[in-house]
């Protein structure tokens, strides 16, 4: 019996349905390494959906016991507050993490010895070092370029610029704990606490080409107030290591909870004791654009905010913000909701800010799913966490509730310490991850 032809589109129809049923089934199986179907894509999934085929693993090196992701003996001076382990997003303007970007890690180690470990080339590379790290940085715009200071003795470090993958040191200054490049990742920070009054004296440092000569602000720009009593502005006012430090310096009176940022190579922003000022590179010597009353808080990457007494006196406070590059205040109205407290874990977009904590200031304007891939890490690497806790008895004290994880969201990666190991694995393409990376890189 011949069927009708409406029979046979139907049986044909029905093949294509299990035929096409089939497929998906058996590439939702397959690890998205493998041409499978990534959990989250087109949609973030939940934390209990992402698991471990979801994290293909791109590398992984053992540590040998003793040895630790963690830096040893400073924190920055506006720093006082100890900044988590696997830090935030890895963004220029936050304290140093041991996890650097999408590329290695710092470790420190007995007898005082550190190295960082960079995977390169498909291999790991591994730079020595004699003294115990307190900080290791490379930069979002300059991946070829490691930032470490070394703890040199007691109170004294050494700030070092090294090449990647060569590893040979650019140049090396007796500076630190502070170091750091500036926002856009085409200068460094250097400095240290010095003198009987423990002001910060900073320089500026070119990522390219010879040290240049040293200068110091000198604090007389016409217009604004003078230098602070006792603070240097001549070189002969400088300790030792203070005249031997090269490029621009500039001191600045200190004291726990002043800040300061270099969001370009010629710009500094400075807030402390109820006071800012606004300082600018000009052929080789800061000088001073403007000061005035109230606090800054920076709004990385895009603009200082500044709260402020109100004009006329007696109104209050007002808040108005400016562009990093330029002292143009713009009034911020009394509608808009109140900043969160500073902290360098914000990233700032255009109406809205949130950390890689997930903590949020207002709504984005285009969706953004919470953040579930730190937690789904967590369950998908507890079996490696408990064998090697099983086997070393410092992992224990080391990571007591569980593998560290460190996203690098940016670049669609996170670090993942178990213990004995630690691990490099590629993040599922997720629509929260893309947005990410506009706001790091507006």
Same mark, same amino acid.
């Given at each position: 019996?011949?069927?009708?032809?409406?029979?046979?589109?139907?049986?044909?129809?029905?093949?294509?349905?299990?035929?096409?049923?089939?497929?998906?089934?058996?590439?939702?199986?397959?690890?998205?390494?493998?041409?499978?179907?990534?959990?989250?894509?087109?949609?973030?999934?939940?934390?209990?959906?992402?698991?471990?085929?979801?994290?293909?693993? !791109?590398?992984?090196?053992?540590?040998?016991?003793?040895?630790?992701?963690?830096?040893?003996?400073?924190?920055?001076?506006?720093?006082?507050?100890?900044?988590?382990?696997?830090?935030?997003?890895?963004?220029?303007?936050?304290?140093?993490?041991?996890?650097?970007?999408?590329?290695?890690?710092?470790?420190?180690?007995?007898?005082?010895?550190?190295?960082?470990?960079?995977?390169?080339?498909?291999?790991?590379?591994?730079?020595?070092?004699?003294?115990?790290?307190?900080?290791?940085?490379?930069?979002?715009?300059?991946?070829?370029?490691?930032?470490?200071?070394?703890?040199?003795?007691?109170?004294?470090? !050494?700030?070092?610029?090294?090449?990647?993958?060569?590893?040979?040191?650019?140049?090396?200054?007796?500076?630190?704990?502070?170091?750091?490049?500036?926002?856009?990742?085409?200068?460094?920070?250097?400095?240290?606490?010095?003198?009987?009054?423990?002001?910060?004296?900073?320089?500026?440092?070119?990522?390219?080409?010879? @040290?240049?000569?040293?200068?110091?602000?000198?604090?007389?720009?016409?217009?604004?107030?003078?230098?602070?009593?006792?603070?240097?502005?001549?070189?002969?006012?400088?300790?030792?290591?203070?005249?031997?430090?090269?490029?621009?310096?500039?001191?600045?009176? %200190?004291?726990?909870?002043?800040?300061?940022?270099?969001?370009?190579?010629?710009?500094?922003?400075?807030?402390?004791?109820?006071?800012?000022?606004?300082?600018?590179?000009?052929?080789?010597?800061?000088?001073?654009?403007?000061?005035?009353?109230?606090?800054?808080?920076?709004?990385?990457?895009?603009?200082?905010?500044?709260?402020?007494?109100?004009?006329?006196?007696?109104?209050?406070?007002?808040?108005?913000?400016?562009?990093?590059?330029?002292?143009?205040?713009?009034?911020?109205?009394?509608?808009?909701?109140? %900043?969160?407290?500073?902290?360098?874990?914000?990233?700032?977009?255009?109406?809205?800010?949130?950390?890689? %904590?997930?903590?949020?200031?207002?709504?984005?304007?285009?969706?953004?799913?919470?953040?579930?891939?730190?937690?789904?890490?967590?369950?998908?690497?507890?079996?490696?966490?408990?064998?090697?806790?099983?086997?070393?008895?410092?992992?224990?004290?080391?990571?007591?509730?569980?593998?560290?994880?460190?996203?690098?969201?940016?670049?669609?990666?996170?670090?993942?310490?178990?213990?004995?190991?630690?691990?490099?694995?590629?993040?599922?393409? @997720?629509?929260?991850?893309?947005?990410?990376?506009?706001?790091?890189?507006?």
């Amino acid at each position: 019996m011949v069927p009708l032809p409406s029979t046979k589109y139907l049986i044909a129809t029905l093949f294509i349905a299990a035929m096409l049923l089939l497929v998906t089934i058996v590439q939702g199986l397959k690890p998205a390494s493998s041409g499978g179907i990534a959990a989250g894509v087109g949609a973030d999934a939940p934390a209990a959906v992402l698991g471990l085929d979801s994290f293909p693993v !791109e590398a992984s090196t053992r540590l040998e016991d003793g040895w630790s992701p963690r830096f040893q003996g400073a924190q920055d001076p506006d720093q006082w507050e100890p900044w988590p382990f696997a830090g935030g997003f890895g963004a220029p303007w936050e304290p140093a993490s041991p996890y650097l970007q999408d590329q290695g890690f710092a470790a420190n180690g007995p007898k005082g010895r550190s190295e960082v470990r960079l995977w390169q080339g498909l291999e790991w590379r591994t730079y020595r070092f004699d003294s115990p790290l307190v900080s290791a940085r490379i930069s979002l715009h300059r991946p070829d370029r490691l930032l470490v200071t070394l703890a040199s003795g007691p109170g004294r470090f !050494e700030t070092e610029l090294l090449t990647i993958p060569e590893g040979r040191v650019l140049w090396s200054v007796m500076a630190g704990p502070w170091s750091r490049y500036s926002w856009d990742g085409r200068a460094i920070l250097v400095g240290f606490l010095e003198g009987p009054d423990q002001h910060l004296l900073l320089s500026a440092l070119p990522m390219e080409g010879d @040290l240049p000569d040293a200068t110091l602000a000198s604090w007389d720009e016409k217009g604004l107030p003078p230098a602070p009593k006792g603070l240097p502005t001549k070189a002969d006012q400088l300790s030792d290591d203070g005249r031997d430090l090269p490029g621009a310096k500039v001191a600045l009176p %200190w004291k726990e909870g002043d800040r300061v940022w270099m969001p370009r190579p010629d710009w500094l922003w400075v807030s402390g004791g109820g006071t800012w000022s606004a300082w600018k590179l000009e052929e080789g010597r800061w000088r001073r654009q403007a000061t005035g009353p109230g606090v800054l808080e920076a709004q990385p990457p895009l603009r200082v905010g500044l709260t402020a007494p109100a004009t006329p006196p007696g109104e209050g406070m007002a808040r108005s913000t400016s562009s990093v590059d330029r002292v143009a205040w713009t009034p911020v109205s009394g509608d808009d909701p109140a %900043w969160p407290a500073y902290d360098p874990a914000w990233a700032w977009g255009e109406g809205s800010a949130l950390t890689a %904590w997930d903590l949020r200031w207002r709504a984005f304007p285009e969706a953004l799913p919470p953040e579930r891939q730190r937690a789904a890490l967590a369950l998908a690497f507890k079996p490696d966490w408990l064998s090697a806790k099983a086997i070393r008895r410092s992992v224990a004290g080391w990571l007591p509730g569980g593998a560290e994880v460190a996203l690098r969201e940016a670049q669609d990666r996170a670090w993942v310490w178990v213990g004995d190991r630690v691990l490099l694995v590629k993040l599922p393409e @997720l629509s929260r991850t893309r947005r990410v990376r506009k706001i790091l890189n507006p």
